[in-house]
């Protein structure tokens, strides 16, 4: 049985102090990034994935709400070092969907890096991870 | 005091008289100059990945060590010889450590052989599939730290270059490849070391340290073990080293006595090395090409396991261990019975089994050379976004289009790479049968010439097979 410790006078006032200082350090934090709430889900096609041209269709949205007019820049790139990125064509589908046609040109693990501007000018990156590219 | 230098008309010292890179060479500092760049790479690759990008095809550390260094590593063994080792800049923060700490003790007796090291070797590809450093920014940094701290943990405490000899996984991989380079270092002049009394190649002097791999250049053959530091060329009085013209694979079908290693036919652990370089390439190969997952997911279903490790090691231990024996067992019992040899099919395995080496490298320099060409700018674009990362955009952007060779361009080049291998094993393996069975050469020379077939095309199934490399292998 663990024995009660007396708590001692300057650990009371570290326990008072201490949602002071959490205040603070909430107060003094840097904003939190304005993109936090872009959300980005992708739909690949064909499933399951293999090499040769693929199409990942991209949907952008904040709190429930399709982001249109977004600039996409998608590159396809592989988990080991070595292997050129596949740039993907990017087209602006409406209703916050984009489509995004690229190649895989090797099979393994691949990751979609997705670098957007929105149209308010806010900035954000998202990776996709896309596990399991079959090689034929 | 040393000997007066014999005056007679010496043999050439080889690429040593070379104008410029020759007096380069003979400086008694110039292993520096290969060791502070390399270094300071070193020192890049690690900030890179720890502090940089998580993705291994955006940081230089997994960039330059899985594409860059290895295939360079493969190719400058090809042209020149072991200049990976001469420029190692481990060597150099050990040899700045020793200013400081003395070593006091020598490398255990039991311990002086390949054996440890042959399990360092196994460990580092084990290493690889299990962990993917392959796609591990961090953990490739973190290996690089971990090498640097075993060299320094080892020769502060070992006198000599205990951990090169002995424990290096890269040295083994080099010592086992540099049997076939153009370049070796040897005696000049035979004569001139006959008459030297002083022995300094061997013992050092004020001058230099005498080789620390217990290599008496007189008496040294080939390049196994050598790690072209160039001590011994510093060291000697006489001007008599010379790092000179090597037939490739030529002294692997021989069997004198060499200085620091005694004769190849009584050393299994050499032979082990040599048969666990040729295999272990096939298996570093097999691991990036679609059929391993098959093969993975079938023994885990065999196996009743989900996690990676029981199945890796139960595929380390069939392809280094099971199928060595099996092959190599089968080959010495076929020389038994077709020269009618009483010797036992150890003595027959340890004897013959350095006919893989070239074979061996040729896996490898295709496997590696493949992702050198086809990935030789990738690390530009890498380069570029870590300098715009660090707000210095001096390279410009980041060009992701910069890759290199098309893989169709490359597999021509990986295949006539691997054929050398073939042709320089087949010769090697009909030296060793002409020594052993004088009269039944052919008879001695075919069963290993079916097994160095045999393995050549598994090697080229494997470099047909789709490439596939995944993180997780039960996906
Ligand atoms: S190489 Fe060694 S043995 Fe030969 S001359 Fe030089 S110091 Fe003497
Ligand atoms: S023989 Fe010894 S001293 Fe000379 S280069 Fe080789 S390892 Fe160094």
Redesign the interface.
């Known amino acids: 049985m663990r024995v009660p410790r007396k708590r001692s006078p300057s650990r009371g006032v570290l326990l008072r102090a201490a949602p002071l200082a959490l205040l603070l350090a909430v107060a003094c934090a840097p904003s939190a990034d304005a993109s936090a709430k872009v959300q980005c889900s992708l739909q690949l096609s064909p499933s399951p994935a293999h ?1 040769g041209p693929a199409l990942a269709e991209l949907t952008l949205s904040e709190d429930g709400r399709p982001l249109e007019q977004a600039s996409l820049t998608v ?1 396809g ?9 596949s ?1 993907a064509r990017v087209t602006e589908l409406g209703a916050g969907h984009y489509k995004a046609e690229f190649e895989f040109t ?4 691949w ?1 979609l ?1 997705v670098d957007g501007k929105l149209a308010d000018g806010r900035s954000f990156e998202r ?1 996709l991870p896309m ?2 590219v ?3 | 005091m040393t000997s007066a230098a014999p005056a007679r008309r010496r043999r050439s010292r080889g690429v040593l008289e070379w104008p410029l890179v020759g007096a380069l060479l003979r400086w008694r500092h110039s292993r520096l100059l290969l060791q502070v760049p390399l270094f300071l790479v070193a020192l890049v690759l690690v900030l890179h990945g720890l502090f940089g990008p998580r ?5 230089l550390a ?2 330059m060590v ?2 860059h260094y290895r295939g360079a590593l493969v190719l400058v063994l090809l042209v020149a010889g072991n200049l990976f080792c001469m420029g190692c800049p481990m060597l150099a923060l050990r040899d700045l450590a020793r200013r400081f700490v003395h070593p006091r003790f020598d490398w255990p007796q039991a311990l002086r052989n390949k054996w440890l090291s042959i399990g360092m070797l196994v460990g580092v590809l084990f290493g690889y599939e299990l962990f993917d450093w ?2 591990d920014p961090r953990a490739t940094a973190w290996l690089i730290v971990a090498y640097f701290g075993a060299i320094l943990a080892v020769d502060l405490v070992f006198k000599h270059a205990s951990f090169c000899k002995f424990v290096c996984p890269i040295g083994q991989f080099n010592f086992a490849a540099s049997t076939i380079s153009p370049l070796e270092i040897r005696a000049a002049d035979a004569r001139v070391c006959e008459t030297c009394t002083t022995k300094d190649c061997i013992k050092g002097s004020e001058l230099s340290r005498g080789c620390e791999l217990a290599l008496f250049v007189p008496e040294k053959r080939g390049n196994m073990d050598c790690t072209f530091c160039l001590d011994c060329v510093h060291a000697c009085p006489h001007e008599n080293v010379a790092l000179a013209r090597h037939e490739p694979a030529d002294d692997l079908g021989l069997d004198p006595h060499r200085s620091g290693l005694g004769r190849f036919s009584k050393r299994p652990d050499l032979a082990a090395l040599v048969t666990v370089f040729c295999f272990g390439a096939l298996l570093n190969a097999f691991g990036m090409v ?1 059929p391993v997952y098959a093969v993975q997911r079938w023994m885990a279903g065999v196996m009743h396991v989900e996690s990676e490790w029981p199945v890796l090691t139960a595929l380390f231990g069939v392809a280094l261990v099971v199928e060595p024996l099996v092959l190599l067992g089968l080959a010495c019992w076929a020389t038994r019975a077709a020269t009618g040899s009483h010797e036992s099919l150890l003595t027959l395995g340890v004897r013959h089994a350095y006919c893989l080496a070239p074979l061996g490298f040729g896996i490898w320099i295709a496997h590696y050379s493949f ?1 050198f060409l ?2 030789l700018l ?1 690390f530009v674009p890498v380069l570029q976004k870590a300098l715009c990362d660090l707000g210095a955009p001096i390279l410009g952007q980041p060009i ?4 290199g060779l098309p893989k169709s361009a490359a597999l021509p080049i990986e295949l006539g790479l691997l054929s050398l291998g073939v042709i320089a094993s087949c010769v090697v393996a009909w030296r060793i049968a002409e020594r052993s069975a004088s009269r039944r050469t052919l008879a001695a020379f075919l069963p290993w010439a079916a097994l160095v077939l045999l393995l050549a095309g598994a090697a080229v199934w494997l470099f047909e097979q ?7 292998f039960l ?1």
């Open positions: 090499v590159q790139n592989m988990n080991h070092a070595g292997m050129v990125p740039q090797m099979g393994g693990d990751i890096i990776t596990p399991g079959a090689s034929k | 993705l291994a095809p955006m940081n997994t960039v899985w594409v392959w796609g679609s992702h086809t990935g990738t992701w289009r910069l890759g789709p490439m596939e490399m995944r993180g997780t996906q």
